[in-house]
């Protein structure tokens, strides 16, 4: 079986997916391809000036919710693990 080969359109818009979505893990894994090689790709292109580092205001906005989605499903999950405590203590915390 032969190397496979990508064609540029292809390698820039895995490149702009993963920015988009902020996960070369996660895009490697949707696009078949492995993460060195999406990593490889981000940073040449990086290197030779023709990519944009810059997030659109709607590429910002996206990154700025996941990340307070992340911290509330943390938060979330930190008062169950509480909860789960002290339901189940042994009697020091609640007044029955």
């Given at each position: ?22 996960s070369v893990k996660e895009v ?69």
């Open positions: 079986m032969g190397r496979r080969v990508f064609d540029e359109s292809f390698r820039k818009m895995a490149i702009a997916l993963s920015y988009t979505k902020g490697a894994d949707e696009l078949g391809i492995s993460q060195t090689l999406l990593s490889k790709w981000r940073q040449r292109e990086l290197e030779s000036g023709q990519g944009t580092t810059e997030l659109t205001d709607d590429q910002k906005l996206i990154k700025k919710l996941q990340k307070e989605l992340k911290d509330a499903q943390t938060e979330r999950d930190i008062l169950k693990k509480a909860v789960g405590i002290f339901s189940k203590g042994d009697g020091r915390y609640s007044d029955s």
